[in-house]
């Protein structure tokens, strides 16, 4: 059990490091490519200084994105190499597609993007950019693909102990996927405009290249207006869908141990979440209902019943997610989604009146915004993943059945230590460099010189 706490926390501990950096990845390319679009079709140069400032940040957080993903490749073959055994075949297989494809293609065009500002046509440069943007969307769709397996397993069959794939179509096509991919794409572009609203809200109360960042912050409010809103429809279909595959998932963000019909929505419960003392309560009737099946009347599964279910389905154990993780992380995620919603919205309105430049307040509030997505971010990966306990494929290998056998907790516990300490340092690192390059803003007219050039270190980085 030691082995199996400390494998969970170390792969835990990793997953949210590497998860600040990729929705800012997903993001922020689509936001620099369309900046340097923009300077290619009008030949404007603050476009090209948008570009090269976005840019130079985009890699420093694309080099932390790449160290801190190659590790969790590791674990699957150390501290999960049962998992890898009974399902690598299957699980295998998008992970290698992202690798050889989407891996391969942004890395190489950032290379080319880099470089290439005098070297190549300002159409051809721009291309170079969307590519990368195109690799990292398409690398974050095969890492669901192979995620949405584990969420809900299809196209396989058990032969001699261990999965086999059946159908490589019902493994791409998951459906799973369809709900989860869109969250993760628009709450990337939640992040990166949120990420741009920031800084710029920051360089316009200081009145610094008020041009260029009052063009920057216009085009993300736009983005951000439009993908906080996405991400809250999507988030509607996405929790249906769950209660329909994993109820157990959504009664435990609902705290919810008894069955109800119909069922209400807790705003907040005071007291103890797992079922014993409750000391005040704030529910809206009927909601839960609403939110699950888009009608007043319906039945929510509690936990206790749900527990019953798996117990005869597949025998005695403990099926019931930590309540407490669950409810809040759901809170979390949803509260600030509708905050974010709130100031999109209402930055989109000064925006339009072209009043948003010379309202301090609302540029303070702005810049601390920044932080509201990744808190939101990691609240919904800790949802998604601690909500599927006890499984590592929901409902086909249990966490116990997918640890490794043969690695003690003291290489786990010294692995875990190591890699914590080691990430605190790059993150350290890395927010120090994005930072210092934020504050200082794009380099004067007179300075500007290739972005491949500004961050040599970092070019190695990517290596």
């Not at 620099?32 to 079709?41: K, Q, S």
């Not at 159908?167 to 709900?179: D, W």
């Not at 912050?217 to 991400?231: D, G, L, M, Y």
């Not at 540029?363 to 808190?375: D, E, G, S, V």
Request: with cysteine.
């Amino acid at each position: 059990m030691a082995v199996l706490f400390l494998s969970r926390l170390q792969f835990a501990a990793t997953t949210v490091y590497h998860f600040f950096f990729v929705p800012l990845t997903l993001g922020l390319s689509l936001l620099v490519a369309l900046m340097e679009t923009l300077y290619v079709r009008s030949g404007n140069e603050v476009y090209k200084r948008m570009t090269k400032f976005w840019g130079k940040l985009f890699v420093i957080n694309f080099a932390m994105g790449v160290v801190t993903g190659i590790v969790q490749e590791f674990q699957f073959g150390m501290n999960w190499s049962e998992y890898s055994r009974y399902v690598g075949d299957i699980f295998g297989a998008p992970l290698a597609i992202e690798a050889l494809l989407a891996f391969f293609l942004e890395s190489t065009f950032l290379g080319v993007w880099l470089f290439g500002w005098d070297k190549l046509s300002k159409g051809a440069h721009a291309a170079a950019f969307w590519l990368v943007a195109i690799g990292s969307n398409i690398s974050a769709l095969w890492i669901l693909i192979a995620n949405s397996f584990m969420q809900q397993p299809l196209g396989y069959v058990i032969e001699n102990g261990r999965a086999q794939m059946t159908s490589f179509f019902e493994v791409i096509f998951n459906p799973n996927i369809f709900y989860m991919f869109p969250h993760v794409f628009f709450s990337g572009l939640v992040t990166a405009s949120f990420f741009v609203i920031g800084i710029s809200a920051y360089h316009l109360l200081r009145k610094n290249e008020v041009d260029l960042f009052r063009r920057s912050i216009q085009q993300a409010v736009v983005f951000a207006a439009i993908s906080t809103v996405v991400v809250a429809i999507n988030g509607h279909s996405q929790a249906q869908h769950m209660v329909e595959m994993q109820p157990m998932k959504m009664a435990a963000a609902e705290a919810l141990w008894e069955t109800e019909e119909p069922a209400s929505f807790s705003l907040i419960t005071v007291g103890s979440l797992n079922g014993d003392s409750e000391v005040f309560s704030l529910r809206i009737p009927r909601l839960l209902c609403l939110m699950a099946y888009n009608q007043f009347e319906c039945k929510i599964k509690g936990m206790n019943e749900l527990q019953a279910e798996f117990e005869a389905l597949s025998g005695p154990g403990d099926y019931t997610p930590p309540p407490v993780i669950i409810y809040w992380t759901f809170r979390v995620m949803v509260g600030l989604g509708f905050l974010m919603i709130g100031l999109a919205l209402y930055a989109l309105f000064l925006m339009m009146g072209d009043m948003l430049p010379t309202r301090p307040l609302a540029l303070k509030i702005l810049q601390w915004a920044l932080l509201l997505p990744y808190l939101a971010n990691t609240a919904g990966w800790l949802l998604t993943e601690v909500g599927r306990f006890p499984w590592v494929v929901y409902g086909l290998v249990a966490l116990e059945d997918g640890v490794s056998t043969t690695v003690s907790a003291g290489m786990v516990a010294v692995s875990l230590i190591g890699y914590v300490l080691i990430y605190g340092v790059l993150m350290a690192a890395t927010v120090y460099l994005l930072m210092k390059y934020a504050k200082a803003g794009p380099a004067p007219v007179h300075e500007t010189i290739p972005a491949g050039e500004e961050l040599p270190s970092l070019v190695g980085a990517q290596d």
